[in-house]
């Protein structure tokens, strides 16, 4: 009875021997970051970067985040067994043998700077990862001082406010601001300006559609003041600038002609001179000075007023056409005032030794016309531009051709008589 319970003893062993692992066999641990750290194996920590672990044993990653320095850290991420990623828990147990690593990713600090407000922030970014960093445009600080967004500046330079960034290293990023400063018209802020920059300002208020008030002179406090021209002043801020504007009356002037309108703002009480050109082609028309009308009365093209009002003047012109007329004697030119009759000559005739040229009418733009009397066209309303062409038709002088023949007849009878005379002789 003794010896059956001890076999009993020794199967039940044996089979529990069978069922349990094998606790000699190990598995490598491995950390991915480039230093060592702890880890707790069943419990007991141990501490560096490569480690023997029985399989059946409980790991637990005890330095989830290890410091190479300030601004370089490595950040545990997930396990893998072999090629194959099996958690991204800091604790595991070991089933198996093989290769388990602990992977780490490097993170870099980012470090975001803002120069008025002397404000900072941090941030652990990723390597390769991207960062994105926003500055507002303007910070105001106080009453007079407004702050606006200028560049990006220490480990990278940019222009836009907002910007994207691959993180492969540890970066300062520094927002740089510039102050401004306020610029008051009267009792209106036209804005907020940099210490030194010039603002143009265009003093001009109309009052009407031909009267308008504009500023003679600018009173700075504050700052400085250049008169530039009629109306305009160039203001340089120095700080918080106010600006008084003095301001006087101007008059329109607006003078017409064919060109089109041109206006100008003369002051009250002061000369303006009208000109206008005396004549202006344009391809085949021409216009000719006649007058100026409106609330001017004058006959020269260039003329001298006083202002005191507002003045419209328009030039009148005489609208011409160019006429061009072709013939055999050589082609002429006129200029024609629209409207008007035209009565264009040429020959009748031109006599050759044997033909004739015999007029037989007008090409005007194309069109035969008939003459109203022998060499004379007559245009009525001259509407625009024209070609004429004298058409001759050639004819032949049968009178001149029996002359000639007679005289040929004449000169050949005298030859034929002056050789048989000269064979006598000889």
């Known amino acids: 009875m003794k ?32 230093m060592s750290a702890f880890i707790e194996i069943d419990g007991v920590k141990h501490y560096g970067r490569s480690f023997s672990v029985p399989v059946g044993s409980r790991v637990r990653i005890l330095s989830d985040v290890i410091y190479e320095s300030m601004e370089v850290r490595y950040r545990f991420a997930f396990w893998t067994h072999g090629t194959e990623v099996i958690s991204n828990d800091t604790s595991i147990s070991i089933t198996e043998g093989g290769q388990y690593t602990a992977v780490y990713v490097r993170e870099y600090l980012v470090k975001v700077l803002s120069d008025p407000l002397l404000f900072a922030e941090s941030f652990r970014v990723e390597e390769s990862s991207k960062f994105n960093a926003a500055a507002p445009m303007e910070i105001k600080v106080d009453g007079d001082v407004l702050y606006r967004f200028t560049m990006w500046g220490g480990d990278l330079t940019a222009a836009a406010n907002t910007i994207e960034v691959t993180v492969t290293r540890p970066l300062t990023l520094r ?76 008059y329109k002037v607006a003078v017409e002609t064919p060109q089109g309108v041109s206006d100008a703002w003369v002051e009250e ?33 260039t003329y001298t007023i006083q202002v005191d009002r507002p003045i419209h003047a328009r030039a009148v012109y005489a609208k011409m056409y160019k006429v061009t007329v072709i013939s055999p004697t050589g082609e002429k030119v006129r200029w024609v005032e629209e409207g008007k009759t035209l009565y264009i000559y040429e020959a009748p005739e031109f006599s050759r030794i044997v033909t004739s040229r015999v007029l037989k009418g007008f090409l005007v733009n194309g069109a035969m016309r008939e003459p109203i009397a022998p060499g004379v066209l007559k245009l009525d309303n001259v509407t625009g531009p024209a070609t004429i062409i004298a058409v001759y038709g050639e004819q032949v002088i049968w009178t001149n ?14 030859y034929v008589l002056a050789s048989k005379h000269y064979k006598k002789k000889t």
């Open 3 to 34: 010896r059956a319970c001890l076999s009993a003893a020794l199967l039940i062993s044996l089979l529990m021997a069978m069922a349990a692992p094998a606790r000699c066999e190990s598995a490598t641990l491995t950390l991915s970051a480039p």
């Open 269 to 301: 009480g002061s000369s303006y001179t009208l000109t206008a050109p005396q004549t202006i082609t344009a391809g085949d028309t021409m216009y000719s000075f006649v007058k100026w009308e409106g609330d001017v009365s004058a006959t020269t093209p």
């Open 175 to 250: 927002a740089v601001y510039a102050p401004h400063h306020p610029l008051y018209i009267g009792d209106k802020l036209i804005g907020y300006f940099k210490v030194g920059r010039t603002y143009y300002y265009h003093g001009d208020v109309e009052e009407g559609e031909n009267v308008r008030r504009v500023l003679e002179n600018i009173i700075v406090i504050g700052g400085a003041v250049t008169k530039v021209s009629q109306g305009v002043f160039a203001i340089t801020v120095h700080g918080r600038t106010d600006a008084i504007p003095v301001y006087t009356t101007l």
């Open 401 to 414: 051709i029996a002359i000639i023949a007679a005289l040929l007849a004449v000169i050949t009878a005298a």
